[in-house]
């Protein structure tokens, strides 16, 4: 099965940008998604196809896709953007999501 | 304004059939390119993908527990359901549903609230 892997965590400073991968074989012939989940709550879209931002995610966040790496960047980390991130891809007919990572904000 | 909410038991004893609903509104799956999906999450840990089910009746799993998911709908009652037999407590978790769209490469794009279902006897 298709396996993509993500760091554990990630720190970033205020205001400062975080960037966060996804390694998986050739996942840049993948469409990649990623989603934001904060303690106690739902998963949040906010990259979709790589690079797409659903309506009301902030600028900030983007996204990008080749080869073996997605990313997801965000510009001007805040405090509100702290939480677990997940990516995910549409593979042999079925979702697969990442391990997750888990971002602070210092 | 797009809705989806998830119900069922929140505790099952071991081997029997967990049952989830996921009812939602503001989209109807009717239309071409929607589809429902069924997600999980086990205290503590990561996201694990399910199933999904297409406007067509097309319906996806994920292989580790395909032989153990079925995924049905009734568009008139904007209703997707879930039934997974034999359950053990490895099952215990979050269960979320999510609408999706073939247009947005099938990501999920609104999710429910998501249900506790804890397995134990």
């Known amino acids: 099965s298709y396996e993509l892997t993500q760091p554990l965590s990630v720190s970033v400073s205020l205001r400062q940008t975080a960037r966060i991968t996804c390694v998986g074989n050739n996942i840049g012939n993948k469409n990649v998604h990623w989603y934001h989940q904060k303690p106690g709550q739902a998963p949040v879209l906010v990259i979709y196809r790589d690079n797409n931002r659903p309506s009301g995610i902030p600028e900030r966040f983007s996204g990008s896709n080749s080869e073996n790496t997605a990313t997801l960047t965000i510009s001007g980390a805040q405090v509100g953007d702290e939480g677990d991130y997940y990516c995910?891809?549409?593979?042999?007919?079925?979702?697969?999501f990442g391990g997750g990572t888990k971002l602070t904000v210092l | 304004q797009i809705t989806l909410k998830e119900s069922g038991p929140t505790l099952v004893k071991p081997t029997q059939t967990l049952t989830l609903t996921c009812t939602f509104s503001g989209f109807s799956l009717t239309t071409s390119g929607v589809g429902v999906g069924w997600i999980r999450q086990p205290p503590g840990r990561a996201l694990e993908w399910l199933a999904l089910?297409?406007?067509?009746?097309?319906?996806r799993y994920s292989p580790s527990l395909k032989t153990r998911l079925t995924i049905t709908k009734d568009t008139f009652r904007n209703q997707v359901v879930l039934s997974m037999p034999n359950v053990d407590p490895v099952d215990t978790a979050t269960y979320y549903c999510a609408h999706s769209t073939t247009s947005g490469g099938n990501a999920l794009l609104s999710w429910g609230q998501g249900i506790l279902v804890s397995v134990s006897s």
């Open positions: 995910q891809v549409w593979d042999s007919g079925s979702g697969v």
């Open positions: 089910i297409f406007w067509d009746d097309d319906k």
